[in-house]
């Protein structure tokens, strides 16, 4: 039996597949790439150090075709200057395309036709400079992507069920995931080598773990997030696409980075006595701008660390850079009042003696740092920029307290079990089945793998998929005989579960032959008047 269980789990659901480690993604278009010339393979590498999905395709038609298939996120685009001529005006206005450089050997033949494009960033002979283009178009895209709940607060509202309703899924993962980041009490140095372990099946290359490892061992978790390592675009895109298996890899460094701003507030509170305001600037979409018009008056959570300024100037920055783009910007006007929010919840502090970028007066909050939304108005004189105050609250706020009071008593327990019963709670059973696959590489004893072959049978079976369930609960009930008394309660409740799963299949002489055994032991153990 055991040999069969682990079959099943080395299905093609736990072989290592490669995910997106970043929202976007690079597409080299050129008629006269050759893939296995030693020079191209240089230019691919230094792309890649940068951008770690890079597409090459030899026509346009290739080129539009998989800018079409782009789901969500950016994409960027190398093109030739010959065929940079008749993709430019095709693909240009796509919303999913950034930014787009022209590489070739003619400069002044191509720079001509390209001016009137403005998503165009220049034509160039040379790759380094496309490349130090990237790293702050990639910046930008990773500052404009932070993941947000908007939640619309009914007063008043019926009964605790209709309230965890009205809480979108993200947001409910987004807390789940922050309170067993925080809860779990991992070492560091098997916490980074799952997290490599994990990179390798993704791609980076060692020298960028190497670098990693190094400044992780000289630096504060704040220096390392705010740097240019792809640990900062990993984590933002996680988080972004919900990658569940990405986000228990990198739990550490948000336990890490979190009790660094719970210690530096501490140490700043003489700081932070009085009301202040900080700003945060950035690129947006015509969905955001109207989920913020229909949630005014309701809350905002970013689901992720939050980066502002103190000085106005530095979130225009990222204004600016949006609005050239002819995007639409946002400008976040954020007050914060210390007396009416819990720092346990949402820690906050200055970081710019600790930052890779010092001279920004940045103020970061933790993750899932939430606001109310007091107003949202288009600015006067700029159709394209919108601006939103905001007002800093946190989990204790009444009306956020009692829409996630149903969820926590319904997801009880501890550690990432937790996560995974969410996702069944909700019916993404998909995710599920493969995130209780994944706690096998967390979670080692057999009470925790039968624990787990349970539920993946409770999933299989709600699936419909009777005989798979059947072969889970036939492991986890293996286990339990190996480790409980024949009596136990335990084994009378798979018993239980096997007896309905044969009843859904119409098996029902198994079914019976099931549901005696689990009544034989609970005549045997519980009182005559028990409910069961």
């Known amino acids: 039996m055991a040999s069969n269980m682990?079959?099943?789990?080395?299905?093609?659901?736990?072989?290592p597949r490669r995910r997106k480690v970043q929202n976007y993604l690079?597409?080299?278009?050129?008629?006269?790439?050759?893939?296995?010339?030693?020079?191209?393979?240089?230019?691919?590498?230094?792309?890649?150090?940068?951008?770690?999905?890079?597409?090459?395709?030899?026509?346009?038609?290739?080129?539009?075709?998989?800018?079409?298939d782009v789901d969500g996120g950016k994409a960027f685009v190398i093109s030739?200057?010959?065929?940079?001529?008749?993709?430019?005006?095709?693909?240009?206005?796509?919303?999913?395309?950034?930014?787009?450089?022209?590489?070739?050997?003619?400069?002044?033949?191509?720079?001509?036709?390209?001016?009137?494009?403005?998503?165009?960033?220049?034509?160039?002979?040379t790759i380094k400079p496309i490349?130090?283009?990237?790293?702050?178009?990639?910046?930008?895209?990773?500052?404009?992507?932070?993941?947000?709940?908007?939640?619309?607060?009914?007063?008043?509202?019926?009964?605790?069920?209709?309230?965890?309703?009205?809480?979108p899924a993200v947001y409910m993962y987004s807390v789940l995931y922050k309170e067993i980041a925080l809860e779990i009490d991992d070492d560091d140095t098997k916490s980074i080598n799952n997290l490599f372990k994990y990179c390798r099946e993704q791609g980076i290359a060692e020298n960028e773990l190497k670098e990693f490892q190094r400044e992780y061992q000289n630096n504060s978790a704040v220096y390392i997030y705010t740097c240019e390592l792809f640990f900062y675009t990993m984590l933002n895109c996680a988080l972004w696409t919900l990658d569940t298996k990405a986000m228990t890899k990198m739990a550490f460094f948000v336990r890490n980075l979190h009790r660094q701003l719970e210690q530096l507030h501490k140490d700043q509170i003489n700081e932070f006595k009085n009301t202040f305001i900080v700003y945060r600037g950035?690129?947006?979409?015509?969905?955001?701008?109207?989920?913020?018009?229909?949630?005014?008056?309701?809350?905002?959570?970013?689901?992720?660390?939050?980066?502002?300024?103190?000085?106005?100037?530095?979130?225009?920055?990222?204004?600016?850079?949006?609005?050239?783009?002819?995007?639409?910007?946002?400008?976040?006007?954020?007050?914060?009042?210390?007396?009416?929010?819990?720092?346990?919840?949402?820690?906050?502090?200055?970081?710019?003696?600790?930052?890779?970028?010092?001279?920004?007066?940045?103020?970061?909050?933790?993750?899932?740092?939430?606001?109310?939304?007091?107003?949202?108005?288009?600015?006067?004189?700029?159709?394209?920029?919108?601006?939103?105050?905001?007002?800093?609250?946190?989990?204790?706020?009444?009306?956020?307290?009692?829409?996630?009071?149903?969820?926590?008593?319904?997801?009880?327990?501890?550690?990432?079990?937790?996560?995974a019963k969410l996702m069944y709670t909700l019916?993404?059973?998909?995710?599920?089945?493969e995130f209780y696959k994944e706690l096998f590489e967390i979670l080692s004893s057999d009470s925790d793998r039968a624990f787990i072959y349970h539920k993946l049978g409770n999933l299989k079976d709600q699936q419909g998929e009777y005989q798979e369930a059947v072969k889970y609960y036939e492991g986890s009930l293996e286990i339990k005989r190996k480790t409980l008394p024949e009596d136990h309660t335990q084994l009378a409740a798979?018993?239980?579960?096997?007896?309905?799963?044969?009843?859904?299949?119409?098996?029902?002489?198994?079914?019976?032959?099931?549901?005696?055994?689990?009544?034989?032991?609970?005549?045997k153990t519980l009182p005559p008047n028990h409910s069961s």
């Not at 393979?41 to 395709?57: G, I, S």
């Not at 019916?427 to 089945?433: S, V």
């Open 6 to 15: 682990s079959e099943i789990l080395s299905s093609n659901a736990m072989r």
């Open 26 to 68: 690079l597409i080299w278009v050129d008629e006269n790439i050759d893939v296995k010339n030693e020079d191209c393979q240089n230019t691919l590498a230094h792309l890649r150090n940068v951008v770690k999905e890079v597409n090459v395709c030899a026509t346009s038609e290739e080129c539009i075709e998989a800018l079409i």
């Open 80 to 125: 030739s200057g010959a065929l940079g001529q008749n993709v430019v005006p095709v693909i240009h206005d796509m919303a999913c395309v950034d930014a787009i450089y022209v590489f070739c050997s003619k400069k002044a033949r191509h720079e001509v036709w390209t001016k009137k494009w403005f998503k165009i960033r220049g034509v160039f002979t």
């Open 131 to 167: 490349c130090e283009s990237l790293k702050k178009v990639t910046r930008e895209c990773d500052h404009n992507s932070i993941p947000m709940s908007f939640i619309s607060v009914q007063k008043g509202s019926a009964s605790d069920e209709n309230n965890s309703k009205q809480l």
């Open 282 to 419: 950035q690129g947006t979409t015509e969905e955001r701008i109207q989920q913020l018009i229909n949630t005014k008056g309701g809350l905002l959570s970013f689901n992720n660390f939050l980066s502002t300024s103190e000085k106005q100037q530095v979130a225009m920055g990222f204004v600016d850079r949006a609005l050239g783009k002819n995007n639409l910007a946002v400008l976040f006007t954020m007050v914060i009042d210390p007396s009416k929010v819990s720092t346990s919840n949402t820690p906050y502090a200055t970081i710019d003696g600790l930052s890779a970028i010092p001279s920004e007066k940045e103020i970061l909050f933790s993750m899932h740092t939430v606001f109310n939304i007091i107003d949202v108005k288009q600015a006067t004189g700029n159709n394209r920029l919108w601006e939103v105050q905001l007002t800093l609250t946190d989990d204790n706020d009444p009306q956020l307290a009692e829409l996630t009071k149903s969820m926590r008593e319904d997801i009880d327990g501890t550690g990432w079990p937790r996560m």
């Open 427 to 433: 019916g993404d059973f998909g995710q599920a089945e």
């Open 494 to 523: 798979i018993y239980q579960q096997f007896g309905l799963t044969y009843d859904h299949m119409g098996d029902y002489s198994k079914a019976l032959e099931y549901y005696k055994k689990s009544l034989k032991i609970l005549e």
